[in-house]
């Protein structure tokens, strides 16, 4: 039997009463199993569910030592199962195992070729006490590993459920989605799992993000089926990452990287990725109605640290330039502020604060490659065209407050246009003695300024 302790922020606080279990009531159903069956026929699930380690410093609880009055705690997690998440939402177990003394579980017997699979762990009194989500098929004779059992994995298999319940889509409900935009702080995983209005406000703003960003890359032409493919191998990776010990930080890292290169898979070039990306944080954020003030941080914060990695992919694609470097060094320092934000406001000023820094410093190279022999009134007039360009290229002000997801994608899917449209009338200006390339000034400005909108119309 496998004792839970709680190490803070970075482990699992693991509760048997999880009032959000999905379904049409609070209680969650688990039926079957039926362990055994030909190896051949069958699959292998493995991990383990996060402990933490006492230190003399500082001394942990039992996880049975909540305060919450109206969460019952086993404190501790003595086996784990396979399960099938139902029509209904519910848990068909399929598979069991104990949970070993180090924490780790090898689960076999595991029907082949089945998806939509959670690994369910749970107290010796038989109640559940945390989820981690398997991601694709099993495969037979092959192992799959999950990621370690914590309070935001058991977040991403709530919801998970509560989207399978809604009878959402398999493409909005992917599995490695939900893991690459569900992060959350240890502390906040433990309420919004004990939560059940907070476990639907997370689905439903989870879900309104996916289905923006989905039809911004539908409408770009892109294979979706191709990248969901390669986003499901992608989270496959960073779950034996994790498993293998790698620092969860480290590995959200490598998680991002490879999933930028899952949706240029399908076909899609940087600048579909970053608008998709963008109007997903924006639907997200926008149309969503999470009242819990950190989950909605947490959310927010991961899908802004997507699309400001997709803008510097962007920028990384261009041709080597001043201009280039200036927006390369501003995204990099907003990404840092972003995960150090303590608020949605914060979020959105580090935004705010990089683009405007940008800008300045944009339009300062520019005109200074202006021929000196350039009239002051001609100075002037460029420079007041360069800002109608960056006004034009501001994102974020045309949905900012829009809970219409329409709305936000036909604002995506008609920026770029947009924007190259003000950049021409800034080319237009300029003298013989100056070449701005329109397409890379259009690249440029949308790498700078077609971030999402993050909190509330200042």
């Not at 749970?122 to 945390?130: P, T």
Request: net charge negative; proline share 2%.
């Amino acid at each position: 039997m496998f004792n839970m302790f709680n190490r803070g922020r970075s482990t699992i606080v693991v509760w048997t009463m999880l009032v959000a279990l999905v379904g049409c009531g609070d209680d969650q159903t688990l039926t079957g199993p039926g362990n055994g069956g030909d190896d051949a026929q069958t699959a292998t699930v493995t991990g383990s569910v996060e402990s933490a380690q006492q230190t003399a410093s500082a001394p942990v609880a039992a996880f049975g030592l909540a305060t919450t009055p109206s969460r019952q705690v086993a404190g501790e997690a003595s086996s784990v199962a396979v399960a099938a998440v139902s029509a209904d939402g519910s848990l068909d177990v399929l598979a069991e195992a104990e949970i070993q003394s180090d924490g780790r579980f090898t689960i076999e017997g595991v029907p082949a070729g089945r998806g939509g699979l959670v690994v369910s762990a749970r107290g010796s009194n038989g109640a559940e006490v945390g989820r981690a989500l398997v991601h694709g098929e099993t495969e037979a004779g092959a192992t799959t590993v999950t990621e370690p059992v914590t309070g935001e994995t058991t977040v991403q298999g709530l919801v998970y459920s509560r989207l399978t319940a809604a009878g959402v889509s398999e493409e909005i409900r992917n599995t490695a989605r939900l893991a690459l935009l569900i992060r959350m702080e240890q502390a906040t995983a433990e309420e919004v799992a004990a939560s059940a209005t907070s476990i639907q406000a997370v689905a439903d703003a989870y879900r309104a993000g996916a289905k923006v960003e989905g039809q911004v890359f539908a409408a770009a032409g892109t294979d979706r089926g191709a990248q969901l493919d390669a986003l499901i191998e992608a989270a496959r990776q960073h779950a034996e990452s994790r498993d293998g010990g790698t620092r969860p930080d480290v590995a959200q890292d490598a998680f991002i990287d490879a999933a930028l290169e899952a949706f240029a898979r399908g076909g899609a070039n940087s600048g579909d990725i970053s608008l998709a990306t963008s109007a997903g944080a924006t639907g997200l954020d926008q149309a969503g109605a999470v009242a819990h003030e950190n989950a909605r941080l947490d959310l927010a914060r991961n899908a802004v640290e997507l699309n400001l990695a997709a803008r510097q992919k962007l920028v990384a694609d261009m041709d080597d330039s001043n201009e280039r470097s200036a927006a390369a060094a501003a995204l990099a320092e907003a990404r840092i502020e972003v995960r150090a934000s303590a608020s949605v406001a914060d979020v959105a000023r580090a935004l705010a604060d990089a683009e405007a820094g940008v800008e300045q410093e944009l339009t300062s190279m520019i005109l200074a490659r202006l021929p000196s022999q350039v009239p002051l009134t001609v100075r002037t007039t460029i420079e007041s065209r360069l800002e109608a360009a960056f006004a034009e290229a501001d994102l974020s002000a045309s949905v900012r407050g829009s809970t219409d997801l329409g709305s936000i994608v036909q604002a995506a899917l008609a920026y770029r246009e947009q924007v190259r449209s003000a950049v021409d009338v800034f080319v237009a200006e300029l003298q013989s003695g100056l070449s701005v390339g329109a397409e890379l000034t259009t690249d440029l400005l949308v790498a700078v300024r077609g971030g999402p909108a993050i909190g509330p119309a200042s």
